[in-house]
Structure formats: structure tokens, C-alpha cells
């Protein structure tokens, strides 16, 4: 089942879980409408909350020194919750597309997009249409199953790549991640090695861990649990030269990546933003510049 199925399924069982619930209730004096309209009003609410419990819980495990003041965590956490229900109740269960076509012309800087967990290539719309990456050629992939192990998504990111690089004629790609698809990346290099992958750019992702791994769906979940297997034999098996090809974009608001400095691998050039949450460092402004400066950087050397 793709992650849009899974998503779509969800939200009809909150939505009709919710009225029921409600309908139980309220008294029969309610007007009938209202036990659908809370109902429809749940996935609303519950993002939110949850999105504020991960702030707390953050706050509570790495205080950030000096802290942040009160109005900039708010609107960390608006912005992070308005993202969310655009991505998670519209954009990836009922809007995702193909990628566009392609130019062959090995002159163009070649692309691959690889969104994180509980995610799907949808997440990279806003970036695309902002047409930050109009000089390059785009692919995205799905990262599936949705619950499975990293180490499998290593194969889809490879034959992304391939059909990347023979559709555009380049001979080496640039991969942009966010989140827990830096680490199918890595898993990536790792298996099949990086003679073809020029820079890798990673937003928010779990290189060293998040201590929320633990609670996740699925063994990709648990395989980003801060200490775990997974993470120790993958920095183990890289070199220096490999991670120097790796860029990493953090933020200090992260509210799923805690410590908030696991998104910065060793070895690797580090850039920090403020005021911006996990999900929303997708359509961060600031963070699709960097992206398309250090593309134009490499396209230039």
C-alpha cells in the first residue's frame, strides 16, 4: 500500500471515528450536523497538539541556550502546523505527480529529490514550483513501503539514480534529502558506492538519531532511534572523502530531530536557520537558496 492509500485510509477512519464518538456524546438535543462537522474537525486539532507535545518534549531534552523567546517557538510552531495539514491531509494523499520531463543535456545539473518518513515525493511541490530548480533536471522518488527498512530504500535511490543520469545525459548526480531520506542516501552510498553522486544536500536529517525513533511506525522508525545499530555501522563504513561531499542544512527549531544537532554529520559542511520546524524547512525559503546556490557551486566547478 502506498503511503498516499495509507494517509487517505487514516483520515476516514479519524473523520467517521470522530463523529461516532461525538455522536455518543452530545446530547439529542444537538443540531445533526455537528457529530460529522467535529469529526471532520479532528485531523485538525490533533496536528497541532501533537506538534506542540514534540516542541515540549524537545525544549524538555535539548534546551535550546540561549532560548528562543516565546513568540518565535509560536510561530515555529504555526508554521510547522500549517505545513503539516496542507502535506499530510491534501497534498500527499490526493495531489502527488509525476515528475516532468526531462532535457538530455549533460550541461544541466541532474537532481534527485528524496523526501523523509511518513512521506512521499508531494512534499517537494512547493520547492518545484517556486522554480528554485528550473535550470536543472528534477526526478523525485517514493521511498516504499512506507514502514519497511532504510537499507531497502538504498536499492529505489539507486535505480532513481540511474534513471536519472540516463534520461539527462549527466554523468553525475546531486541528491537533496530531507529528513530520513539523507539516510537512504547514505545506505545508498554505502551499498553501491558514490563514483556517481557529486554532492549530497540534507535537510533535518537524523544522522546522529532522534530519541522520537523509538516511538515511530515501522523498523525505518526504530533504525533512526538515537543509538541505534543501524546509525552506528552507517557512520562506520564511511570515509573522509565521503562525507565531504555531503552538505548539511539544519534548524535549531527542529521539533522531531532531537538532539537538534544530529541533523550535522561529521566530516560534512554545516548550515544552521532559526525559526523554522522539521516539515517546514521543505518550503523554508532560506533553505531552497542554499539548496540552489550549492547546486549552481557544483554546476560552476
Known amino acids: 500500500m502506498t503511503l498516499a492509500h495509507h494517509l487517505r485510509w487514516t483520515l476516514l ?40 507535545i514534540e516542541l515540549m518534549v524537545g525544549a524538555i531534552v535539548d534546551p535550546r541556550q540561549p532560548r528562543a523567546p516565546l513568540a518565535q517557538v509560536l510561530a515555529v510552531w504555526w508554521g510547522e502546523s500549517m505545513v ?5 491531509l491534501w497534498r500527499q494523499p490526493f495531489a502527488t505527480r509525476r515528475d516532468a520531463e526531462m532535457v538530455n543535456d549533460p550541461r544541466r545539473p541532474a537532481v534527485l529529490l528524496i523526501h523523509g518518513y511518513l512521506c512521499n515525493r508531494a512534499v517537494w511541490q512547493p520547492l518545484l514550483a517556486a522554480g528554485a530548480l528550473r535550470d536543472c533536471n528534477v ?26 543520469l540516463a534520461a539527462s545525459g ?7 534529502c530531507h ?41 525505518n522508525a526504530k533504525q533512526m532511534a538515537t543509538g541505534s545499530a543501524f546509525l552506528t555501522g552507517l557512520a562506520a563504513s564511511e570515509s573522509d572523502a565521503r562525507r565531504a561531499k555531503f552538505v548539511c542544512i539544519a534548524t535549531r527549531d527542529d521539533n522531531l530531530i532531537v538532539p537538534r544537532t544530529s541533523p550535522l554529520l561529521a566530516g560534512a559542511r554545516h548550515v544552521t536557520l532559526d525559526g523554522v520546524g522539521h516539515l517546514a524547512l521543505t518550503e523554508d525559503e532560506r533553505a531552497w537558496r542554499l539548496v540552489a546556490e550549492e547546486i549552481r557551486s557544483v554546476a560552476r566547478s
Open 84 to 88: 503539516s495539514l496542507r502535506v499530510f
Open 179 to 219: 529528513s530520513m531520506g539523507g539516510l537512504a542516501a547514505r545506505a545508498c552510498l554505502r551499498r553501491f558506492g558514490d563514483a556517481n553522486v557529486r554532492r549530497v544536500i540534507t535537510l533535518a536529517t537524523p544522522h546522529q538519531g532522534t530519541v522520537f525513533g523509538r516511538l515511530g511506525i515501522g523498523r
Open 139 to 164: 526526478a523525485t522518488v517514493n521511498l516504499e513501503p512506507v514502514f519497511g527498512s532504510i537499507d531497502q530504500y538504498a536499492e529505489l535511490v539507486r535505480a532513481a539514480i540511474d534513471r536519472l
Open 13 to 52: 477512519i479519524t473523520v467517521a471515528g470522530g463523529a461516532v464518538l461525538a455522536s455518543w456524546w452530545l446530547p439529542d438535543t444537538a443540531p445533526l450536523w455537528l457529530a460529522p462537522a467535529l469529526g471532520f474537525a479532528l485531523p485538525f486539532a490533533f496536528t497541532p497538539l501533537l506538534l506542540a
Open 170 to 176: 549527466a554523468r553525475e548526480a546531486i541528491v537533496v
